[in-house]
């Protein structure tokens, strides 16, 4: 059975730190690139960071840059997103995603962790 398991979510200050974490079982993440996207009240999901399946190559949206940082231990396996200098527009649900790409592609999701940023 494919899972895709967030944790790490919570209420966080203004300023403050979180570490997402995405543990994912029963296919083979190798071949997988993987990413966080994110859905705000009344917003579409939108991406915030990807990686590539060695963890070479990453991506992020503009307004995480500088702040962000994903990284992925194929060996667990587990995806992580890093967040640093929080901000309130940064609440939101984060969901984990799976895709081998190509035409084709096989495409999971987590069930989302819910992030708010708030004082």
């Known amino acids: 059975q494919v899972q895709l398991v967030e944790s790490g979510g919570g209420l966080v200050q203004p300023g403050g730190s979180l570490r997402l974490s995405c543990a994912a079982s029963g296919f083979t993440i190798n071949i997988y690139a993987m990413g966080w996207y994110r859905q705000a009240p009344g917003k579409e999901r939108e991406l915030v960071a990807r990686?590539?399946?060695?963890?070479?190559?990453?991506n992020y949206a503009d307004s995480v840059k500088g702040r962000f940082t994903i990284s992925r231990d194929n060996a667990k396996p587990t995806i992580y997103l890093q967040m640093n200098t929080l901000k309130p527009e940064d609440t939101a649900v984060y969901y984990c995603?799976?895709?081998?790409?190509?035409?084709?592609?096989?495409?999971?999701w987590g069930q989302g962790t819910q992030v708010t940023v708030s004082s």
């Open positions: 995603h799976a895709t081998t790409g190509g035409r084709n592609p096989y495409v999971y």
């Open positions: 990686i590539s399946t060695t963890g070479e190559g990453t």
